[in-house]
């Protein structure tokens, strides 16, 4: 039995869901924070942010890269999904265990007892998870992420009306517990239930080998990136202090926020398509490379103005939302945000390398740049955190370097052609930066920083797009299509890439 691809999925149709699955994240975080924050004591959120320190470390390694195999895998038979169902079972079962048996050495480290209990309930949720990892990766291959989107919703409003009323309950830290372990109960009931696809008693050795070396690449690449996102705020509270990684830790938070939602949207949507356009074999790298360019100067058009719109409205901005006594903020946007437009540029490289079967670029690409990240640390902690974030932007910049050379050189591309994708968003972010830059120079004395911000920020956005409109209008055209869930005329991939590249 072979399991077969949607020939009519799109990177559009799957980032309307995608997006669509995120904003519900984000709805159900924010109500959650509204309700719960009123409801919780800031010890027992406290507890939950030290057993949650464990959890995210372990989810990095929950399917072993195995759904990012059988989504690029061009060919994919019974006995290899049936093979990584178990291996997904078995490992989920042996993280559980795992973090259960160190449930009191990590309370102990803490020096907080209630962790323990914590613990053994979070680890529940790990062998619950592993039985459905491959289900959800099938649909994923297929691009049916509207019925993702579905299981995915619910099952967040779901558990955040568990928490709701656990918390009223008096359930306390456990409230929040429960609310990831119902996420975790109500996806997989939902994919058990909805997925055509049902395991067998079926194991092979080849099988197995061969989805482990795809995904132990993947796994070595997240614990690089993870390692590379945190240790930032090692070096700063042990060499600065809390002081000093109070503010560090906010403007990191603000710049890496909508970049984390932008490109995970972009990404987990690009991926399945770049599988399918190389199943078709090897000729089609160039619609490849298309595919790659179109989703940067796509991501670019979002981050490029959201950046430099930060940059020049950072002080109304920090003061407005966060208060004067986040003052240091202010400064260090100035240096974060380019960081940040600059590392949501770097996303779509890894969805290239494993749609080419190529994921052992992956730890090689990103251990670099890791390296590059921590030396900047080091150095730039001597003079202080701006001094962190200076040298955090040039190792950024070396890195994109460095990725992006990487990426043009597996496709057989050009970076002309990377600028010719790029330079149009940049420029007219730019452009808008500095009107929106004299507009608040001149205007800002006479109104409230609210005013201002919404303002000049509102501003900003219509004098944006309306430019792109009439410098960029196929990029405009994609964004708009993917934002109004508007469908085009079906035409093969070739020729809309073709299309594309043309209108750059």
């Not at 470390?57 to 195995?66: S, V």
């Not at 609210?450 to 797009?465: C, H, I, K, R, T």
Request: charged content about 10%.
């Amino acid at each position: 039995m072979t399991i077969a691809r949607n020939p009519a999925m799109s990177a559009s149709g799957n980032a309307r869901w995608i997006g669509l699955i995120q904003l519900s994240r984000i709805g159900a975080q924010l109500v959650s924070l509204v309700f719960l924050s009123r409801l919780l004591s800031p010890q027992e959120f406290g507890l939950v942010a030290m057993a949650v320190a464990v959890t995210n470390f372990a989810q990095l390694l929950r399917d072993l890269g195995t759904a990012a195999a059988i989504i690029q895998k061009p060919q994919l038979d019974e006995r290899t999904i049936t093979t990584a169902f178990w291996m997904n079972c078995a490992f989920g079962t042996l993280l559980g265990l795992t973090i259960a048996l160190s449930a009191p050495w990590v309370a102990a480290l803490f020096k907080a007892p209630q962790v323990k209990g914590l613990l053994l309930l979070l680890a529940v949720a790990f062998p619950i998870g592993g039985v459905t990892i491959v289900h959800q990766a099938l649909l994923e291959r297929a691009g049916r992420f509207a019925l993702v989107a579905r299981v995915e919703i619910t099952s967040a409003f779901a558990g955040l009306c568990v928490a709701l009323i656990a918390a009223n309950a008096h359930g306390g830290a456990y409230s929040l517990v429960l609310q990831s372990l119902t996420i975790a109960c109500a996806s997989t009931l939902q994919l058990l239930v909805q997925s055509e696809w049902k395991p067998r008693w079926v194991w092979g050795k080849r099988e197995f080998l061969e989805l482990w070396r795809f995904g132990g690449p993947v796994s070595g690449s997240n614990f690089i990136n993870y390692f590379a996102r945190n240790v930032d705020s090692v070096v700063i509270g042990r060499v600065l202090g809390a002081v000093s990684l109070g503010p560090y830790s906010l403007a990191n938070r603000i710049m890496l926020f909508p970049l984390y939602n932008l490109t995970f949207v972009a990404t987990r949507a690009l991926f399945p398509v770049m599988s399918q356009v190389m199943s078709c074999g090897p000729q089609r790298r160039n619609d490849l490379a298309g595919l790659y360019l179109r989703a940067l100067a796509t991501i670019a058009f979002f981050t490029a103005p959201l950046m430099a719109g930060l940059f020049v409205l950072r002080e109304p901005f920090v003061n407005v939302f966060l208060g004067a006594r986040w003052s240091p903020v202010i400064e260090l946007i100035a240096w974060l945000a380019p960081v940040g437009f600059v590392q949501s540029l770097l996303s779509p490289s890894g969805s290239v390398f494993m749609a080419l079967g190529r994921p052992d670029l992956l730890p090689k690409v990103g251990g670099i740049s890791m390296l590059l990240q921590v030396l900047s640390f080091v150095i730039g902690v001597r003079w202080g955190v701006v001094g962190v974030a200076q040298c955090y932007l040039l190792a950024t910049v070396l890195s994109a370097v460095l990725c992006s050379s990487v990426t043009l050189l597996v496709l057989g591309s050009r970076p002309r052609q990377l600028f010719a994708a790029l330079y149009r968003p940049v420029a007219i972010a730019l452009v808008m930066a500095c009107c929106v830059h004299l507009w608040h120079a001149n205007l800002h004395a006479s109104l409230r920083e609210g005013v201002q911000l919404a303002l000049f920020a509102g501003g900003g956005a219509l004098l944006y797009f309306g430019l792109m409109q009439m410098a960029a209008p196929a990029l405009a055209h994609d964004v708009l299509k993917v934002l109004a869930n508007r469908r085009e005329q079906r035409m093969d991939l070739p020729e809309v890439v073709a299309q594309r590249e043309g209108a750059l």
